[in-house]
């Protein structure tokens, strides 16, 4: 049988670093948009939603590992 707790975790660690992807995209879009003439906002807004989300799965994936044990 399937260990549910740890299929939900691996999942739940996965969708933490989708974060990051789609931020980069966004990034890429913004900077294919600034280029084109646009605001010079997509970009720095891609930038902001890109730190934030490494930030929240940096934290994240933080919490998620074991301590060591303590010799």
Known sequence: ???LSK??????AVMDLMG???AVMLLAMGIETYRDGGSLGWPIAGAVLLVINLWVA??????RRK???QS
Do not use: G, V
């Open 1 to 3: 049988m399937a260990n």
């Open 7 to 12: 299929i939900a975790s691996r999942l739940d």
């Open 20 to 22: 990051p992807a789609i």
């Open 58 to 63: 940096w934290r994240r994936l933080a919490r």
């Open 67 to 69: 301590p060591s044990p």
